[in-house]
């Protein structure tokens, strides 16, 4: 196949399946569960991660991600829960980032004692907050930049080298930059995980992971995750794989929307704070620039105390208020009321999330749109 290098050549075009049939212009779907197996050589079944499909889309995230090989899941907790399994047994110690995605925490906190596996989460997310826990049974670095809710960032060449130092192998939740913001792998992190339920897949509308890596790595993950199910549907690949054609496109406008909205919000007499990489009051902003190619169309910000943050969310008309994130529709949530409700209000203010802090998901629409919605629903809950 050829190799292509420009980001929405690859995105529009790497791994397509030839429609040899009609000459169709894009992949058809291929359904089957059932395959030959007398003198081949690929025995294909759905679970084995190898049909036409999941191997085209495969192909396209691989290549985005710069690594080798890639396997994509039936969600983003799957890629995660496999890729751990795979590397960690009974004895072994993992260091994760302190602020990690809810979901990966509860699978930590909920599966890992049973399995005899030990973990710490840091304090910070300097260097030297993952090199105090390391200890001789440790065997897996884990990061998410940037974080979720407050967008913070971690230094990705730093950890990749402390690993590599160490001998570990160095993971990365890479969902909230998408590939074509950061590419961990070009920094020396080992294995890149995606919940492709959002940026990858981009229109709330899927559920899907993914795993990028060596094709060491992604043999051994294949090897565990035959063993525990959670591959992806060929339709699901398709729309996953029709998705991505437009992931530069989509990414680019979210980006500059973000950006855009941060500014518009800093500035507002409203708000309080903002958290965006892309501000120069960012405390990360240096180390965005160095290793983000854009700076994401996630950020967050708190309204001035005598603003109701629900009453806000109800007054918007064009920004929904939802779970998830990373549609090309503007979506709005307060994480203290859903993905960090259960970690309680003590440890949310230890963590810096405070009750009034709102995770904003900037889509595709006009920019002019998104802030008149803002500038209303602000308007309607400003007491005169
Ligand atoms: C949503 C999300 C996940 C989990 O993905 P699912 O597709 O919901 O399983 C993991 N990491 C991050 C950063 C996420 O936002």
Do not use: W
């Amino acid at each position: 196949m050829t190799k292509y290098s420009g980001l929405n050549t690859i995105c529009t075009h790497v791994g397509e399946i030839k429609d040899t049939q009609f000459g169709g212009a894009v992949s058809p779907i291929f359904m089957a569960s059932s395959y030959p197996y007398l003198d081949v050589e690929v025995k294909r079944y759905p679970r084995y991660f190898n049909t036409p499909n999941q191997e085209a889309v495969a192909l396209k995230i691989a290549a985005l991600e710069h690594a080798e090989s890639a396997l994509t899941f039936a969600s983003g907790m799957a890629a995660i829960s496999s890729t751990l399994l795979t590397f960690l047994k009974h004895g072994d110690h993992v260091v994760f980032q302190n602020e990690i995605y809810g979901g990966a925490y509860n699978f930590v906190v909920e599966e890992f004692d049973k399995f005899g596996i030990e973990y710490t989460f840091t304090k910070g997310v300097a260097i030297a907050d993952f090199e105090s826990q390391i200890k001789k049974n440790t065997k897996v670095i884990y990061i998410e930049t940037p974080s979720n809710p407050l967008l913070t960032l971690t230094d990705i060449a730093g950890i990749a080298k402390l690993a590599k130092q160490k001998g570990l192998i160095s993971m990365i939740d890479n969902t909230f930059a998408s590939p074509v913001n950061q590419t961990p792998i070009d920094f020396g992190i080992d294995i890149v995980l995606h919940s492709a339920t959002k940026y990858l897949g981009g229109h709330s509308d899927i559920c899907a992971g993914a795993v990028a890596s060596t094709n060491d790595n992604i043999n051994k993950i294949f090897q565990k995750s035959k063993n525990l199910g959670g591959n992806m549907s060929d339709f699901m690949c398709y729309l996953l794989e029709r998705s991505i054609k437009t992931l530069g496109l989509r990414v680019a406008q979210h980006n500059a929307n973000a950006l855009a909205m941060a500014t518009y919000l800093e500035h507002h007499k409203a708000v309080k704070k903002v958290y965006y990489p892309g501000l120069k009051s960012h405390p990360n902003h240096q180390l965005a620039k160095a290793q983000m190619k854009g700076f994401g169309g996630m950020l967050s910000f708190e309204l001035k105390d005598e603003f109701d943050a629900t009453a806000f969310q109800k007054a918007l008309k064009l920004v929904k208020p939802s779970l998830s994130l990373a549609g090309v529709e503007s979506t709005i949530l307060l994480p203290a009321l859903t993905s960090h409700a259960l970690m309680g209000a003590k440890a949310r203010k230890e963590q810096g999330i405070s009750d009034n802090l709102l995770r904003f998901s900037i889509g595709v629409e006009e920019l002019e749109d998104i802030i008149a919605d803002v500038e209303q629903a602000i308007k309607k809950i400003t007491k005169s």
